[in-house]
């Protein structure tokens, strides 16, 4: 079966700090993945896109990889602040042909402590 | 609009009652998705627009659930007859058709319908 996992217990860590999330998935040929954050109360906001022939992709302190061979893509905040703690969904397109309709892990809640 | 506009906020309905809920997409955006995310779950797809081609419904739980997009702007979810399962968070996000904006999708704060 065709199945997307994110870490399910939430990941603390100390301010300044590497969080490092992990988005698995299998029985999927995904043409891009992205990541989204989510406060409580609000809609997802887009961070970073990566496509299925890049490697990694960085936006200030934050860097996504992606490994189409191990099906996982590795999402890394670096200098974390308390600021950053919020839930982080992967989520999976699978291109043209299936519409742009994005398939969702079921997120991970960061709690990046002072 | 500055941003994905979504109404009401929060809904409370009887069981076997019909809702609407309401979705203003980004102005120009052409595609529009409707998402549904239940307690401490991912989001779930629904039903996806794309200008004038016919909706992706693949998907819509039941036939209980329909929505529609008038104009090519506002989109509209509709759920006959609730029951309690129905109860989530539903979130509607609208896509550019290229530009930088291009596959990135833009939420709204979703409708809290909680169905009694």
């Known amino acids: 079966s065709q199945k997307i996992e994110q870490n399910s217990e939430a990941l603390n860590i100390q301010e300044g700090k590497t969080a490092t999330l992990t988005c698995n998935y299998t029985?999927?040929?995904?043409?891009?993945l992205q990541w989204y954050r989510q406060d409580p109360g609000r809609g997802p906001v887009f961070l970073l896109l990566?496509?299925?022939?890049?490697k990694e992709k960085r936006k200030e302190r934050l860097k996504v990889t992606f490994d189409t061979t191990l099906k996982q893509s590795l999402f890394h905040i670096t200098a974390s602040q308390p600021a950053d703690s919020a839930t982080y969904l992967c989520?999976?397109?699978?291109?043209?042909?299936?519409?742009?309709?994005?398939?969702f892990g079921q997120g991970t809640t960061l709690q990046v402590k002072p | 609009g500055a941003g994905v506009s979504q109404s009401p906020s929060n809904k409370v309905t009887e069981k076997g009652k019909d809702v609407e809920l309401r979705c203003d997409p980004i102005?120009?955006?052409?595609?529009l998705y409707w998402y549904r995310q239940s307690l401490g779950q991912g989001l779930e797809f629904l039903i996806y627009?794309?200008?004038?081609?016919?909706?992706?419904k693949s998907g819509l739980p039941s036939d209980r659930f329909s929505a529609e997009r008038t104009g090519g702007s506002v989109s509209t979810l509709t759920i006959q007859r609730t029951q309690q399962e129905d109860s989530a968070v539903y979130l509607c996000?609208?896509?550019?058709?290229?530009?930088?904006?291009?596959?990135?999708?833009?939420f709204g704060a979703g409708t809290r319908l909680s169905v009694l």
């Open positions: 627009f794309q200008g004038n081609s016919a909706p992706d």
């Open positions: 989520a999976l397109s699978l291109g043209s042909g299936n519409t742009g309709k994005l398939i």
């Open positions: 029985n999927y040929s995904p043409a891009y």
């Open positions: 102005s120009g955006h052409t595609a």
């Open positions: 996000a609208s896509e550019a058709s290229g530009g930088p904006g291009k596959n990135i999708q833009y």
């Open positions: 990566i496509r299925e022939n890049e």
